[in-house]
């Protein structure tokens, strides 16, 4: 079985089209895809999981993982990680 490619927060960032400053606080807020730390404590994002999330997104017809704030307060949206205003 091939090995899933490992992308840099610089190579998912520009496939999402995103700042790496959005990709970073997507991944404070737990909303962007699922990143692994290496031992060297750099991140990297496994193929699968951009491709899975992209797809995630698409299903919902939304701009990745948009956070919309109301009243000072963000909540996750249940299933999708999803920042939504409350």
Not at 22 to 32: K, M, Q
Not at 37 to 61: V, Y
Not at 66 to 74: D, K, L, S, T
């Amino acid at each position: 079985m091939a090995r899933d490619e490992l992308l840099t927060v610089a190579q998912a960032s520009d496939e999402l089209k995103v700042s790496r400053a959005t990709f970073y606080r997507w991944r404070t807020l737990g909303t962007g895809p699922r990143c692994v730390k290496l031992p060297n404590g750099t991140i990297r994002i496994r193929r699968s999981e951009l491709e899975r999330f992209i797809a995630l997104c698409d299903d919902f017809l939304v701009e990745p993982c948009r956070q919309v704030r109301h009243a000072g307060r963000v909540r996750q949206q249940a299933g999708m990680g999803l920042a939504t205003a409350s």
